[in-house]
């Protein structure tokens, strides 16, 4: 098992190797129970906008993205026009895909469809793993799973209300970032911090 020492000796989980930003990222956000409908549209943007690229490439987006996306403001981008979408794949702060920037207009009218159905979508999607965080207790990252029984199940559902880039990898690592699931390895620091 590689594990990573930074400068300030704390383990931590080896993907975050080598940048500061993605340092940071795994000591302060990933894994951390997220309940903000807010937040989890959030990453459900940055997460199918990822679709085939690096974690990193989009975490040095962000900033791109809440300045695009209407600081992640679910009613706003749920009625974006088509001179927005022309407007999104001209904008150089984010990946000018497409498909993603139509998925994540469409994921946002959805997303508020989910909100009316079941009160909010944090309701729905800790649904999924009954309402608590499922704690794993992986020692290398080898062990960590791309998908799981309930990041397929999450993803079968959201993909018949017609979500796209909502396969089971994609909301594997949205649970993983939203802290539905502890997949820190045992040994960084963070797993014993997220245990509930």
């Not at 001209?90 to 469409?106: M, Q, S």
């Not at 704690?135 to 993803?155: C, G």
């Not at 079968?156 to 699931?181: E, N, P």
């Amino acid at each position: 098992m590689q594990e990573v020492m930074s400068t300030n000796e704390k383990v931590r989980c080896d993907w975050c190797r080598g940048s500061e930003l993605y340092e940071k990222y795994h000591d302060e956000e990933w894994g951390v129970p997220v309940h903000d409908d807010k937040k989890h549209f959030e990453f459900l943007i940055l997460e199918s906008a990822q679709a085939g690229l690096n974690w990193l490439t989009i975490l040095k987006r962000r900033e791109g993205y809440r300045k695009a996306f209407a600081s992640f403001d679910v009613e706003k981008v749920a009625r974006f026009t088509d001179a927005d979408y022309e407007r999104l794949i001209k904008d150089e702060g984010i990946i000018r895909n497409k498909l993603k920037v139509r998925g994540a207009i469409t994921n946002a009218q959805l997303f508020i469809n989910i909100q009316k159905e079941f009160g909010s979508f944090n309701q729905y999607i800790w649904s999924f793993v009954d309402g608590k965080t499922i704690q794993n207790e992986w020692k290398s990252m080898k062990e960590v799973p791309a998908t799981t029984k309930e990041s397929d199940a999450l993803s079968k559902d959201l993909k018949k209300r017609g979500f796209k880039f909502a396969g089971s990898t994609i909301m594997y690592a949205h649970m993983q970032a939203c802290g539905l699931v502890n997949d820190h390895i045992t040994s960084c620091f963070r797993h014993s911090q997220l245990q509930n």
